[in-house]
């Protein structure tokens, strides 16, 4: 019995979709569809998006449905039916829906929202229509991002300031490579606003700004050489220089701005740390400048900030070890030396290993290694000078310093024998006396030619053996 009712309902469920879906096929291609949106950039109302749909036979109005899927971050939908706003016509043969509905976020440039009929409850899927619509925003949302490269100019204490450049290096929203569709290529401006949020007792001394000439920025006490204040009440800027309103005019795809270069003298009451604000500020269609280059409305543009900014020099410093792991200068030849890094802040910084045949550093290195800290052996004895250059690869300006040690290679000589007669010509050390007496002696000259340096500790020792290889 149990089994006969699943069967039964399962019948009627295939034949109730049965019926929708050849329904289904009464549907017309005739489609009617007015859509809308109130603007282009965010947030976009659809403000219309009315579809009829048209079928060969009349249908049973309480048996149609539209669907609304407006395919935004939420996954909203909305369904019209009979008792939420459809209307039938045409005696049954047209039925119209209208809906409306507001992106305040979306993860493309553009918004596609889709109906589609269904018919008792089955959906028809020839039925499904998109409509495509702009969704661009500021370049800051979305794929945009409005920056500055770099981020900031560092400057290692008590180095100058030379040409420090600032290049606006935003990727604007729905630009072309993004949205190749329907890009937002129309203008935008730009702005580069110099010594905003200035702090004159942590500040760079006697900056310079090159605009046809040379323009103060900062005097030698770290005031401001002249201030002004643009803007309208609703965000007023202030700072020592305002550059020009640049437009990026269509097709606006990338930025083109570049700050005036700026320049300072080496000056040590530039302390590690202090800094110099520069903002750069944007606008594009969905938050157009007002078009006054005095006042600007600064309250609608997004900005961002870089700095000039004086960073401490590295300290580098080291000491060798042997393989024990044992800090000493003094090694053997071809001993491994094993070169301990103690320099702080080493994960900001670059190495240069400069290895010296002589204690003082002279002539070209024999070698030349870099990272972190590598090992060398040397092959001659003597004392050589090992030379650490650390240096910041982020500062614009040299940020090179450097720590020596000296360590003694033992022996300091290799040792070297030369033989000659008593004319002092070379011989080979190998000879042979008379085979049968009397025997008469062969005279040979020995000569100390080994090689390297003599040092205080030097000490020399012959020993002579005999044809049984006992020291005689």
Known sequence: MHLKRSLLV????????????????????????????????????????????????????????????????????????????????????????????????????????????????????????????????????????????????????????????????????????????????????????????????ATIRNLTLTDGGPQGLTNGTGNLVTSSTRGTPGLPVTGAYFGPIDAIPFPANGPISVSFPMNAPADPLNLVGNRFEITLFNWNICNPWNGDPVNPNYEDAIETRAYITIVAAPAPNFVTRDGGGNATTDFCINEVIFLDNLTPNAAALSWTWEFYSNPTGAGAPVAVRTGFEPTFAYGVGGQKLIRLRASNPTAQSPCVETFEVVVNITPALVANIRVTDLANVDITPDFCQEGSPPLTNFDARFHDVSVGTVTANTRWRWEFYNESNVMV
């Open 10 to 201: 399962f019948f009627l469920l295939f034949s109730i979709q049965y019926v929708a879906r050849a329904q289904c096929n009464t549907l017309r291609p005739q489609i009617d569809i007015s859509f809308n949106t109130d603007q282009d950039c965010a947030p976009v109302s659809v403000t219309q998006f009315q579809i009829t749909y048209y079928f060969n036979a009349a249908q049973d109005p309480n048996d149609i449905s539209i669907l609304y899927e407006w395919n935004d971050p939420t996954n909203a939908v909305t369904l019209v039916d009979i008792g939420s706003g459809l209307i039938a016509s045409a005696g049954n043969t047209a039925f119209t829906a209208n809906a409306t509905f507001t992106y305040t976020q979306n993860a493309q440039c553009t918004i596609v929202p889709t109906t589609s009929v269904f018919i008792g409850g089955v959906l028809c899927p020839t039925s499904r229509q998109t409509q495509t619509a702009f969704f661009w925003d500021t370049d800051d949302e979305g794929n945009g991002n409005v920056t500055i490269a770099p981020p900031s100019w560092d400057v290692c204490f008590d180095n100058p300031i030379v040409n420090a450049v600032f290049t606006d290096a935003s990727e604007f929203n729905c630009n072309i490579n993004v949205e190749p569709d329907n890009p937002n290529q129309l203008t935008r401006h730009v702005q580069f606003v110099y010594g905003t949020n200035h702090n004159p007792g």
